[in-house]
């Protein structure tokens, strides 16, 4: 049952609107800076190794830790931290919208400690993931799998719209990635609380950028 919820939790068809945002990809096609499958590969690998494995896995860690324990501050916490981390308006807005509308859903299926992050302004993704999941018993380190490969697919997804890849080229993105994935958790889960952040600059460029871009098919 938790693998099967898992793959609820994470399937695309997920009513949270994930689809709608790129995170900075879009801009960097436009600029130029990815024009090829190795470009895109490169630069959705580096977010993973610098931005995913440390700060949103060991954050998801740590907040589904805090649901474990019924700490319901902590999680909020935590949440805030993750926000806060977010370097646009348009990552912020883009986390909040992600965690509304999954505290939207996870209400609908029964899950009442959602309910009070529908309007919060500390919701975020990785927060009522965390909630998810500890509400379904899916192990930690399974849940970070499942985190970090949605947000790959949906990396890939956008990369072979905006690039444009091919479905194949798309597919061998997703392999080397998969390959990658192990090595992101366990990196996340050896983080000291002081060690996390990101070290993605020209992602933050990308995305403070594309908040002015003029013609876009994307939210972020």
């Given at each position: 049952m938790p693998l099967l919820r898992l793959m609820h939790l994470v399937s695309p068809a997920l009513p949270i609107g994930a689809y709608h945002f790129s995170q900075g990809l879009e801009y960097a096609v436009e600029a130029g800076w990815i024009k090829?499958?190795?470009?895109?590969?490169?630069w959705i690998e580096g977010l993973a190794e610098?931005?995913?494995?440390?700060?949103?896995?060991?954050?998801?860690?740590?907040l589904q830790a805090a649901w474990q324990a019924s700490d319901n501050a902590a999680a909020e916490r935590l949440s805030q931290r993750?926000?806060?981390a977010r370097e646009t308006a348009e990552l912020r807005a883009e986390d909040r919208h992600l965690g509304r509308a999954l505290a939207r859903v996870l209400l609908d299926l029964g899950i009442a400690d959602?309910?009070?992050?529908?309007?919060?302004?500390?919701?975020?993704?990785?927060?009522?993931f965390a909630l998810a999941a500890s509400h379904w018993q899916i192990p930690a380190p399974d849940a970070a799998a499942g985190y970090?490969?949605?947000?790959?697919?949906?990396?890939?997804?956008a990369a072979v719209k905006l690039v444009p890849l091919g479905q194949r080229a798309g597919q061998r993105v997703l392999d080397h990635l998969i390959k990658?994935?192990?090595?992101?958790i366990h990196r996340a889960e050896s983080l000291a609380d002081d060690?996390?952040?990101?070290?993605?600059?020209?992602?933050?460029?990308?995305?403070?950028?594309?908040?002015t871009q003029y013609s876009r098919l994307f939210r972020s």
């Amino acid at each position: 049952m938790p693998l099967l919820r898992l793959m609820h939790l994470v399937s695309p068809a997920l009513p949270i609107g994930a689809y709608h945002f790129s995170q900075g990809l879009e801009y960097a096609v436009e600029a130029g800076w990815i024009k090829t499958e190795a470009d895109a590969l490169q630069w959705i690998e580096g977010l993973a190794e610098n931005a995913l494995a440390t700060l949103d896995l060991p954050l998801l860690l740590r907040l589904q830790a805090a649901w474990q324990a019924s700490d319901n501050a902590a999680a909020e916490r935590l949440s805030q931290r993750l926000l806060a981390a977010r370097e646009t308006a348009e990552l912020r807005a883009e986390d909040r919208h992600l965690g509304r509308a999954l505290a939207r859903v996870l209400l609908d299926l029964g899950i009442a400690d959602a309910e009070p992050w529908l309007t919060s302004d500390a919701a975020s993704h990785a927060a009522l993931f965390a909630l998810a999941a500890s509400h379904w018993q899916i192990p930690a380190p399974d849940a970070a799998a499942g985190y970090i490969w949605a947000w790959c697919e949906n990396q890939v997804l956008a990369a072979v719209k905006l690039v444009p890849l091919g479905q194949r080229a798309g597919q061998r993105v997703l392999d080397h990635l998969i390959k990658q994935i192990p090595t992101l958790i366990h990196r996340a889960e050896s983080l000291a609380d002081d060690d996390i952040g990101i070290a993605t600059p020209y992602h933050g460029i990308a995305c403070a950028k594309h908040e002015t871009q003029y013609s876009r098919l994307f939210r972020s």
